[in-house]
């Protein structure tokens, strides 16, 4: 990885200074009391702090950092998972158990889904918090295993973990639940059918779960109160909640099994319809698994019990009550609730030992499905490390997606952002007309308008950018970008009426005052500009724009002394400006 990819990306890091060190003012910030952020994530900023003081903006160090905390996590799965499975495979020896647990997290932390948390920096709540879970995981199950003063120590180890995880990223909030299903199977503290609480410590399986869901009923609701750009109920209609919920499960398998065409934005379509084949689909696979584990429960709860857990974690990211950001599906949602199927792999795995033992499965075939586990695992590393090098750059990242999305609208956009902030503006039109022709509703009109405008056709910029000013009215950047595009378009009385009804509003609007002055200029007006100019100078003396303006004003009156004071002053604040504005 050599730099920060992705729109999100590069403000997080390259273009926001707040988490950029440790002081008091860093950490109101990271705990979301100053400028707000998108998510709240505080122990994250955190630790992306540190990392800055480290590494600085080297976006090495940060991804160094991802991928020893992804590795710890699966490190910590694995003891999860040895855990879990010996309680839940009888008759297997201990090695049996490990090799189990070795393959359930080598699944799972080698799958290509993984990439896009590990990769992707803006993602270090999904591997921070990841590991945090997976430590309160396991001191909860520590704590089942003890008793007295000991098993106190650890309940209390588990909720501190819990905690901390939810500041790192609440997407834990679902745990509660998780750790009750666990509790029926394969713990078999609490018992269904008979009253929750009728197994052996069930009562005390309830009791020890209340401080869990304290911890996520603050954390939810803190970090609800802190989040921005989300949509709730009411932003969709209502039958598309559980259609969302049905696409997401179903995704998350089918990627899981078939992990190919992975990119980083799958759009959200424009318009919902009932008849949308991957809501429709997607609904239906999901209902049907559910029967056909409850039917199954009794004799097989293993696969019921993972299903659950599935179902429970990634609810929260499925849009079933909120929904943030445009993607309708995300690899790095499956991050948390992969950990489902791959216990089930782990499971197998040590059954397949067990029929080997009693005889049931021959010697020859168990080695040959051994054989088979590895080259899909081996397979699996292939393919991530190709992933992996899909997430280089922005552009590659981008064109990756537009090339396996090209009807995504946002896909391309980010390709054309890509290219134009890579310094190649020619290369950004074709995929930025293409978004604007697919979602002309989006706002991508100034991009395409900055692109044209930076290869040298301001004319053909012109209307792209009158056409985002009219999607954002309010902008001043774009009422001084218009403004001067149509100034180089050859256009100056047009852009004299721009700034004039800008002024009209704002009197004392610099940008507007010299937004009007240098069109004067360009209209042969250039003593009318003057006052203008002189007028936006002494309301901001170290703004450079009215200083620029102001000499090219007395150049092309011929005025030469008062041309000079002005580049003398703009020398002070700017003097490679001031050298470009003293060519004539």
């Not at 997976?134 to 309940?155: D, I, N, Q």
């Not at 929904?323 to 489902?340: C, E, V």
């Not at 782990?346 to 033992?357: D, I, K, P």
Request: charged fraction near 15%.
């Amino acid at each position: 990885m050599r730099r920060f990819v992705r729109g999100r990306g590069v403000y997080n890091f390259t273009l926001n200074a707040h988490y950029r060190g440790l002081g008091p003012r860093h950490l109101l910030w990271m705990l979301g009391l100053g400028p707000t952020q998108r998510f709240w994530g505080p122990l994250s900023w955190l630790t992306l702090g540190i990392d800055w003081t480290v590494w600085g903006l080297d976006p090495w160090g940060y991804h160094l950092t991802n991928l020893l905390l992804h590795a710890a996590t699966a490190a910590t799965f694995l003891l999860v998972a040895e855990r879990l499975l010996a309680r839940a495979v009888t008759g297997v020896s201990p090695t049996a158990v490990r090799v189990g647990a070795a393959a359930a997290a080598l699944f799972w932390a080698l799958h290509p889904l993984r990439v896009e948390s590990v990769a992707w920096i803006s993602e270090r709540r999904d591997v921070l918090s990841g590991l945090l879970l997976m430590l309160t995981v396991l001191a909860w199950l520590r704590s089942t295993e003890s008793s007295g003063s000991e098993r106190r120590r650890w309940t209390a180890a588990a909720v501190v973990a819990y905690a901390l995880s939810m500041l790192a990223k609440p997407i834990g909030m679902t745990l509660p639940l998780v750790l009750l299903v666990l509790d029926v199977y394969p713990l078999r503290r609490l018992a269904l059918g008979r009253g929750v609480a009728a197994a052996p410590g069930g009562r005390a399986a309830l009791r020890e779960t209340l401080p869990f869901a304290v911890v996520a009923v603050v954390g939810a609701a803190v970090a609800l109160a802190l989040t921005h750009e989300v949509k709730g109920l009411a932003d969709y209609p209502l039958w598309v909640r559980p259609a969302l919920l049905g696409y997401a499960l179903a995704f998350s398998l089918w990627k899981t099994a078939l992990p190919l065409g992975l990119i980083p934005l799958y759009e959200i379509p424009a318009q919902w319809s009932a008849a949308d084949p991957r809501l429709v689909l997607g609904t239906l696979a999901a209902v049907g698994i559910t029967g056909a584990v409850a039917l199954a429960w009794r004799r097989w709860p293993g696969p019921a019990t993972a299903w659950a857990v599935y179902v429970i974690v990634i609810s929260p990211v499925s849009g079933l009550a909120i929904h943030g950001g445009p993607q309708i599906a995300a690899d790095r949602y499956t991050y948390l609730p992969a950990l489902a199927p791959a216990l089930l792999i782990g499971a197998m795995v040590c059954l397949l030992v067990r029929s080997v033992g009693s005889g049931i499965v021959a010697a020859g075939s168990a080695r040959l499905a051994a054989a088979g586990l590895v080259v899909w695992l081996a397979g699996f590393g292939v393919l991530t490390w190709q992933q992996t090098e899909v997430w280089r750059d922005s552009v590659t990242l981008w064109d990756h997606a537009a090339t396996f999305a090209p009807g995504c609208a946002r896909c391309l956009h980010g390709l054309g952002v890509a290219w134009y902030r890579g310094g190649a503006p020619q290369a950004a039109v074709p995929p930025l007309e293409r978004a604007v022709a697919l979602r002309p509703d989006l706002p991508f009109q100034a991009d395409l308008g900055l692109a044209l405008w930076a290869s040298g056709r301001a004319r053909d910029a012109v209307p792209h950018l009158q056409a985002a000013l009219a999607q954002q009215p309010h902008n001043s950047q774009l009422e001084r970008r218009v403004g001067a595009v149509l100034i180089e378009a050859g256009r100056p009385e047009e852009a004299r009426a721009h700034f004039s009804a800008l002024l009209r509003q704002r009197p004392d609007d610099v940008d507007a005052l010299t937004g009007l002055g240098l069109a004067l200029v360009a209209s042969g007006r250039a003593a009318e500009s003057v006052a203008y100019l002189e007028h936006a100078a002494a309301l901001s003396p170290r703004a450079t724009p009215p200083r620029f303006a102001l000499a090219r004003a007395y150049l092309a009156l011929g005025d030469r002394p008062r041309a000079d004071r002005a580049l003398a002053v703009l020398r002070t604040i700017d003097p490679g400006l001031a050298e470009r504005a003293g060519r004539r």
